[in-house]
């Protein structure tokens, strides 16, 4: 049996010689689109590094840059699909560039900050499902027991709507929209374009300061009555943890680093506390989405597993109350910047 590789626009391609037999041209016809042998590599955000004496509009350009760097990096891994962080790492780098689009809104014109954002959210959303999935999954496998019917059943369930979630996820990845997004962030940084007509350009150390101080004001008012939240009220203070520790790494730079070290653990132990109630929520919403294509049989025999599931995270949930209420005592001490 021989084999040629033949190129054709930077793709390699296996095609039989001539007189070869039937069989080895179907088995190099498969070659042809087979994925490569590697999984992709994914990576998280690398750290944001700005230039001597920056001013604003540097801190900006090298922000929102990063961003794009960081989905641009593990688009590869998420089109490939075999290794979950790379959808998850698009998601997040696509979240932090909406959040550094937050953080610089008083120097960006409304229309382009609309924009951006809208695209930049509905293409994380276009992935929200498969992460979800992805979830599910792991913690499925890691607290079933082995032969579990129920379990295998639902796994099978998570494995199939997953396949679906992703092919859609990925032509959305491809698609016009994406490309037009992506066009219109370079421009943008190419341009630097976000200054508003008229703004006053403050210092770069006292927008930080007054930024990061805002931001930590409000969620220090939210978390002194941490007993009394809602569950929707605190998912959104988890939310907006996270975006206060995504404009902590953006101005690290500007900002003493001890303190702002201090601030980022704290920050961070405060979002996984609250992150069993987004378990509790992400179990909920799978099972359902599953369920909707599952037959009544199916369900019945799914169903053990996936009530398991979500009492194990309402369990965690309720566990997690006092460090929850300590950490959230800690955070509204924290000193301002």
Not at 98 to 108: D, I
Not at 153 to 176: E, I, K, S, Y
Not at 298 to 317: C, F, S
Request: glycine share 6%; aromatic share 6%; proline share 5%.
């Amino acid at each position: 049996m021989v084999l040629r590789a033949h190129t054709h626009m930077g793709e390699t391609r296996a095609r039989a010689a001539p007189g070869a037999p039937a069989r080895t041209r179907k088995a190099a016809g498969k070659k042809r689109f087979a994925r490569p042998e590697r999984t992709p590599r994914w990576s998280k955000a690398a750290p944001i590094t700005f230039k001597t004496e920056p001013t604003l509009g540097d801190a900006i350009a090298a922000v929102i840059a990063g961003c794009r760097d960081h989905w641009q990096r593990n688009l590869p891994a998420a089109l490939d699909g075999r290794n979950p962080e790379g959808v998850h790492q698009v998601r997040v780098g696509l979240r932090r560039f909406r959040s550094a689009l937050s953080l610089f809104k008083t120097l960006v014109p409304e229309n382009q900050r609309d924009w951006l954002n809208t695209e930049g959210k509905w293409l994380a959303n276009q992935l929200g499902t498969v992460r979800d999935l992805d979830v599910f999954f792991a913690d499925l496998e890691k607290r079933s027991r082995k032969n579990d019917e129920s379990a295998v059943a639902l796994g099978n369930a998570v494995r199939a709507a997953r396949t679906r979630a992703h092919a859609a996820a990925m032509n959305a990845l491809r698609g016009r929209r994406m490309r037009r997004f992506a066009a219109r962030v370079e421009t943008w940084l190419d341009g630097r374009g976000w200054y508003a007509d008229g703004a006053e350009i403050p210092d770069i150390g006292a927008f930080a300061r007054e930024a990061l101080n805002k931001r930590m004001k409000k969620i220090q008012s939210v978390a002194a009555r941490a007993d009394k939240l809602t569950v929707p009220e605190r998912h959104e203070l988890r939310i907006a943890v996270k975006k206060l520790r995504y404009s902590l790494e953006f101005l690290a730079p500007v900002l003493p680093e001890k303190r702002t070290q201090r601030a980022n653990v704290l920050l961070k132990r405060v979002q996984d506390s609250l992150g069993h109630l987004n378990d509790l929520d992400v179990a909920e919403r799978t099972l359902a989405l599953v369920a909707a294509r599952a037959t009544p049989a199916e369900r019945r025999l799914m169903k053990k597993a996936g009530d398991a599931l979500k009492a194990a995270h309402g369990k965690a949930a309720a566990k997690a109350e006092p460090e929850t209420a300590r950490l959230c005592h800690k955070l509204v001490k924290l000193p301002a910047f």
